[in-house]
């Protein structure tokens, strides 16, 4: 089966930047599309940012201008820029996608990497 893996999360300072990955377990054709969820302690998930198999990106007002997200066709990997970071930027950020896999697409989550942004 395959699977997303998400790395790259970490402790930061305020201002710090970061920059998650997001790579299929095991080789795959493409990537339809991918997106970046985040959920904080007690606040309900929240779509952060989505990439297109064509590269349309699209950003949550919150996030915009600061983040950045991006794919290497080649590596098969979506990446998720995070600059400027804020406290309130802390959570479990998770990516979510449909890869083409043996000839058919299939829908993933990751496992979620964590972000902590200190004051």
């Known amino acids: 089966q395959v699977q997303l893996v998400e790395s790259g999360g970490g402790l930061v300072q305020a201002g710090g930047s970061l920059r998650l990955s997001c790579a299929a377990s095991?080789?795959?054709?493409?990537?339809?599309?991918m997106e970046w969820y985040r959920q904080a302690p007690g606040k309900q998930r929240e779509l952060v940012a989505n990439?297109?198999?064509?590269?349309?990106?699209n950003y949550a007002d919150s996030v915009k201008g600061r983040f950045t997200i991006s794919k290497d066709n080649v590596k098969n990997t979506v990446y998720l820029q995070m600059n400027s970071l804020k406290p309130e930027d802390t959570a479990v950020y998770s990516c979510?996608?449909?890869?083409?896999?043996?000839?058919?697409?299939?829908?993933?989550w990751g496992q979620g990497t964590e972000v902590t942004v200190s004051s």
């Open positions: 979510a996608g449909s890869l083409v896999w043996r000839g058919t697409s299939v829908l993933r």
């Open positions: 095991t080789n795959i054709f493409g990537i339809n599309y």
């Open positions: 990439i297109t198999e064509r590269g349309r990106k």
